[in-house]
């Protein structure tokens, strides 16, 4: 069985920082982007960064860019959001995902992404 599982949310006041982990298992997602994307209530879900099989390419969102930034350990199996400088808009569901093609390029559609996290609530208070 598949899965993607994000740790590391939490309650965190403005200007705070928070690192979101997602681990996977069940299968190696070494060769295929991963990508974070969160979901605030009464709104849709967005894009907030995504990485490409072997970390030397990134995009982002450009309400984060600056201030989070995205990585991985392909030998963890794992990917990485650095969150600094924390806004009260930031607050969200955080959600890990995995791009479906095996060395694509970085995508900030959801579309091409088939493997989710069930979410890590991000709380960030004014």
């Known amino acids: 069985q598949v899965q993607l599982v994000e740790s590391g949310g939490g309650l965190v006041q403005a200007g705070g920082s928070l690192r979101l982990s997602c681990t996977a298992s069940?299968?190696?997602?070494?060769?295929?982007?991963m990508g974070w994307f969160r979901q605030a209530p009464g709104k849709e879900r967005e894009f907030v960064a995504a990485?490409?099989?072997?970390?030397?390419?990134?995009e982002y969102a450009d309400s984060v860019k600056g201030r989070f930034t995205i990585s991985r350990d392909n030998n963890k199996n794992a990917v990485y959001l650095q969150m600094n400088s924390l806004k009260a808009e930031d607050t969200a569901v955080y959600y890990c995902?995995?791009?479906?093609?095996?060395?694509?390029?970085?995508?900030?559609?959801?579309?091409?992404?088939?493997?989710w996290g069930q979410g890590t609530q991000v709380t960030v208070s004014s």
């Open positions: 995902a995995a791009d479906r093609f095996a060395y694509g390029s970085v995508r900030n559609n959801e579309g091409f992404y088939d493997y």
């Open positions: 069940g299968r190696t997602f070494s060769t295929n982007a």
């Open positions: 990485i490409d099989w072997s970390g030397g390419s990134a």
